[in-house]
């Protein structure tokens, strides 16, 4: 796959689990992205990196932990979870100023 | 905070009818509203977007219409074929951000044969 990669595509794992997402741009873009797509509503952000920033939804709980080493990858630490957070979590890449965002294929995470 | 309202949630129409989905949205400042196209099991694609600058753009069989007086844009799609089938999303951009969206819900679009 060329574009937007996410590892790995499908991930199950229990409450006590400790994992991460992986995301990496090959666009040049210096914008990356975190979302959570629950059934029937919106994409919901979790976190936003573009250039210096970091921006993050408030609503997210800290057992999500983002880490952006560079403008190519962008990683969610996972730790503790609920079942609730099962999900698909999309990862997207933009050139800030542009506002047009390319989305990876997805992690989809199930929370047992 | 600012939102996006999509409708239908569901829409299902005949091959070969036209598909029309509508947004609103209500941050003023809003100037860049892109559609994409999630279908089944895959990434969501952008297939036609539109400027505050603009009120109309046509790509082939999709376009996108803006009124910025109302806040709401709709996309059309003509002569629809099975591969429409999908789910659609509309986003506004963060007025105040040159690289954020505020996305509708989504509209599940089914092509009857």
């Known amino acids: 796959e060329t574009g937007v990669t996410q590892t790995p595509r499908h991930l199950v794992m229990g409450m006590t689990n400790k994992k991460s997402l992986k995301c990496e741009q090959h666009?040049?873009?210096?914008?990356m992205y975190w979302y959570k797509q629950s059934a029937k509503k919106p994409l919901e952000l979790m976190f936003v990196?573009?250039?210096?920033?970091?921006?993050e939804n408030n609503s997210v709980p800290s057992r999500f932990s983002p880490e952006c080493p560079n403008s190519s990858h962008l990683f969610l630490h996972l730790h503790t979870l609920q079942p609730e957070d099962s999900a698909l979590y999309l990862c997207a890449s933009g050139l800030a100023g542009s506002n047009e965002q390319f989305f990876g294929p997805g992690t989809r995470l199930t929370v047992l | 905070g600012e939102n996006v309202e999509q409708h239908p949630s569901t829409l299902s129409v005949q091959e070969g009818d036209s598909a029309v989905i509508k947004c609103t949205y209500s941050d003023s400042a809003s100037n860049y509203f892109p559609w994409y196209k999630q279908e089944l099991g895959k990434r969501p694609q952008l297939i036609i977007d539109i400027r505050s600058n603009v009120g109309e753009k046509k790509d082939q069989r999709i376009a996108v219409t803006l009124n910025k007086t109302a806040k709401h844009f709709s996309l059309h799609i003509t002569e629809t074929q099975p591969e429409d089938s999908a789910v659609y999303f509309c986003?506004?951009?963060?007025?105040?951000?040159?690289?954020?969206?505020?996305w509708g819900a989504g509209t599940k679009l089914i092509i009857k044969p």
């Open positions: 666009l040049g873009h210096n914008a």
């Open positions: 990196y573009s250039l210096e920033e970091r921006v």
């Open positions: 986003a506004a951009s963060l007025g105040w951000s040159n690289y954020q969206l505020i």
